[in-house]
């Protein structure tokens, strides 16, 4: 099975940089997903990474150590609109597609003026 | 537009009483999936489907029943809903192909049952 831990909660200022770690165990590694949910809103997706390393888009960067069983999201130049909860995910399924998605229980980003 | 679309989204109703939570999607995605989101113990999968007449249990599939007749819906079932079924619950669709597929989620349904 899954285990999947992620801090409950962080705060930032805005301008900043902040770091959210996550840290799984897995039986099958099939990749790592990061989602952004705003309060009462549905998760979006942010990133997925399946090779080690570190993969940026815009202000988001994400990164991979699947060595470590490690990942974090790096959130760059932090902007009121970035407070929302963060989670990381795992896929249980191996080989073709994501059958069944483990979520850790989320990073509650709070981001101060 | 493409989207995932959920009914209703605010449901209050009683133990017992039989409801269906509807799940649309307009993509021709493959695998679509249920979540229920509860506080302290995050997004947990109930159900997921990988095609028409092919579904499988998730995590916590216990008094839920779903059904994939038609590749766009995916309903999600409570026979005799209890109170510990209070929750957000989230409909989700994806390709399903080599490699895993961003999962698109709909807008949500706030189940309360008394």
């Known amino acids: 099975g899954q285990n999947i831990d992620q801090p409950t909660e962080m705060t930032a200022t805005e301008g900043a940089i902040v770091q959210i770690n996550c840290t799984y165990q897995?039986?099958?590694?099939?990749?790592l997903f990061w989602y952004q949910q705003h309060a009462g809103e549905a998760p979006t997706f942010l990133s997925y990474?399946?090779?080690?390393g570190l993969e940026e888009k815009g202000r988001f960067s994400s990164f991979l150590s699947r060595s470590k069983g490690y990942s974090y999201l790096l959130l760059k130049e932090l902007q009121m609109k970035d407070s929302a909860s963060y989670l990381c995910?795992?896929?249980?399924?191996?080989?073709?597609?994501?059958?069944?998605?483990?979520f850790g229980k989320g990073t509650k980003l709070s981001v101060i003026p | 537009e493409a989207q995932v679309t959920q009914n209703p989204r605010y449901l209050i109703t009683v133990t017992g009483k039989k409801l269906t939570v509807t799940c649309s999607q307009n993509?021709?995605?493959?695998?679509m999936s249920w979540y229920r989101q509860d506080p302290g113990l995050g997004l947990r999968q109930i159900y997921y489907?990988?095609?028409?007449?092919?579904?499988d249990k998730g995590d916590v599939p216990e008094g839920y029943k779903v059904s994939r007749k038609e590749k766009r819906n995916f309903p999600l079932i409570l026979e005799s809903p209890s109170p510990n079924q209070t929750s957000l619950y989230f409909c989700?669709?994806?390709?399903?192909?080599?490699?895993?597929?961003?999962?698109?989620f709909g807008p949500g349904t706030r189940l309360t049952v008394t």
């Open positions: 989700a669709s994806s390709m399903l192909g080599l490699g895993s597929y961003e999962q698109y």
């Open positions: 897995t039986s099958g590694f099939n990749g």
């Open positions: 990474n399946v090779l080690d």
């Open positions: 995910a795992v896929p249980s399924g191996t080989g073709a597609g994501s059958y069944q998605l483990t």
């Open positions: 993509m021709n995605h493959e695998y």
């Open positions: 489907s990988m095609n028409v007449e092919v579904t």
